[in-house]
């Protein structure tokens, strides 16, 4: 439930509305709300469909990866270690989301790389900078 958890949080505070508004607008409970963000369990799959419906999106099987939602809200602005499906390890700060529009979601990742840390901070500029794609990314920790 992690991965929708953080999905609703990121949604709700991207639209600008409060537990309260959304749990109204959904047809649900505060609580169920409060529940769902913080990850609880044992939800109603039916309640949490007509959560995820306000967003315009469904339940639907997925391959496991990490969650995009919980890179942004634990990762973000934070110095970290990136390991790739490729094995590659980077270092540095992943300082924005990329969203793709069509889809609304996190497909990617604007990145520093350590190197280029000190003079990004000084003058940032795109040169400085690198996109990591979300799905290839294996495993993130924090440096």
């Given at each position: 439930?992690?991965?929708?958890?953080?999905?609703?949080?990121?949604?709700?505070?991207?639209?600008?509305?409060?537990?309260?508004?959304?749990?109204?607008?959904?047809?649900?409970?505060?609580?169920?709300?409060?529940?769902?963000?913080?990850?609880?369990?044992?939800?109603?799959?039916?309640?949490?469909?007509?959560?995820?419906?306000?967003?315009?999106?469904?339940?639907?099987?997925?391959?496991?990866?990490?969650?995009?939602?919980?890179?942004?809200?634990?990762?973000?602005?934070?110095?970290?270690?990136?390991?790739?499906?490729?094995?590659?390890?980077k270092y540095g700060i992943i300082i924005k989301e990329i969203i793709d529009i069509q889809e609304n979601k996190i497909t990617a990742w604007l990145f520093v790389p350590n190197n280029n840390a000190l003079k990004y901070?000084?003058?940032?500029?795109?040169?400085?900078?690198?996109?990591?794609?979300?799905?290839?990314?294996?495993?993130?920790?924090?440096?």
């Amino acid at each position: 439930m992690g991965n929708i958890s953080s999905f609703i949080k990121y949604q709700r505070k991207k639209q600008g509305l409060t537990q309260e508004d959304l749990a109204a607008k959904a047809g649900v409970g505060i609580r169920f709300i409060r529940d769902m963000e913080q990850g609880k369990e044992t939800l109603q799959l039916n309640k949490v469909e007509q959560v995820l419906a306000l967003f315009g999106f469904q339940l639907a099987p997925e391959k496991q990866q990490l969650d995009a939602y919980d890179i942004f809200w634990n990762y973000l602005h934070e110095a970290v270690k990136i390991t790739l499906t490729n094995k590659i390890s980077k270092y540095g700060i992943i300082i924005k989301e990329i969203i793709d529009i069509q889809e609304n979601k996190i497909t990617a990742w604007l990145f520093v790389p350590n190197n280029n840390a000190l003079k990004y901070q000084q003058k940032p500029e795109d040169s400085l900078t690198e996109i990591i794609q979300h799905r290839d990314i294996q495993q993130i920790e924090i440096q």
